[in-house]
T-cell receptor
Framework: NAGVTQTPKFRVLKTGQSMTLLCAQD?????MYWYRQDPGMGLRLIHYSVGEGTTAKGEVPDGYNVSRLKKQNFLLGLESAAPSQTSVYFC??????????????FGPGTRLTVL | GEDVEQSLFLSVREGDSSVINCTYTDSSSTYLYWYKQEPGAGLQLLTY?????DMKQDQRLTVLLNKKDKHLSLRIADTQTGDSAIYFC????????????FGRGTSLIVHP
């Protein structure tokens, strides 16, 4: 199993450009999440999904959109990038079996710089 | 809302024990986790404890939970340079949406 993969690993955008970050998981997990990590701020939840076709807002959703058309994929879109969106973005997934596997598995991250 | 607090930095000498502390506010927390993040990588689950437990030991790692004070600690025995990383405390409640709340992370620096 590859676990959770993210593409791309790095990206530089100019202010106003758009892009989509792709997250894929091969563990058949129901839940998927997008976080951003900034120095001293820890992880902040952007959006999450509890299943195919459903999404919900997290703590910092403004400026981002998401889609979960397939269970294994969770896309994060930036329609008009701003310098404040310079960050490292992490995708995660989890299952809900009520046991030890109720933990999150994280991807390696995407480092995004907006100039 | 829920809140998870951690100190931001800890520096220890190689071979000593490290103790990373965490406090949380949500009394309905059922699962409490410690994640490790190495430079340039995502978070990896280190260990977890259920709220009905006081202690859990896993090789060099010891997790202590004081549910009354809502205090969680991670002790790393015989700390090595490879333990240098950011350690995140997280909590979640059982049932419903699984949306854990993370602390800001503690940077552990191990020096010779």
């Amino acid at each position: 199993n590859a676990g959770v993969t993210q593409t791309p690993k790095f990206r530089v955008l100019k202010t106003g450009q758009s892009m989509t970050l792709l997250c894929a998981q091969d563990m058949n997990h129901e839940y998927m999440y997008w976080y951003r990590q900034d120095p001293g701020m820890g992880l902040r939840l952007i959006h999450y999904s509890v299943g195919e076709g459903t999404t919900a807002k997290g703590e910092v959703p403004d400026g981002y959109n998401v889609s979960r058309l397939k269970k294994q994929n969770f896309l994060l879109g930036l329609e008009s990038a701003a310098p404040s969106q310079t960050s490292v973005y992490f995708c995660a997934s989890s299952s809900l079996t009520g046991g030890d596997t109720d933990t999150q598995y994280f991807g390696p991250g995407t480092r995004l710089t907006v100039l | 809302g829920e809140d998870v607090e951690q100190s931001l930095f800890l520096s220890v000498r190689e071979g000593d024990s490290s103790v990373i502390n965490c406090t949380y506010t949500d009394s309905s927390s059922t699962y409490l986790y410690w994640y490790k993040q190495e430079p340039g990588a995502g978070l990896q689950l280190l260990t977890y404890i259920f709220s009905n437990m006081d202690m859990k030991q896993d090789q060099r790692l010891t997790v202590l939970l004081n549910k009354k004070d809502k205090h969680l600690s991670l002790r790393i025995a015989d700390t090595q340079t490879g333990d240098s990383a950011i350690y995140f405390c997280a909590e979640s409640a059982s049932g419903g949406s699984y949306i854990p709340t993370f602390g800001r992370g503690t940077s552990l620096i191990v020096h010779p």
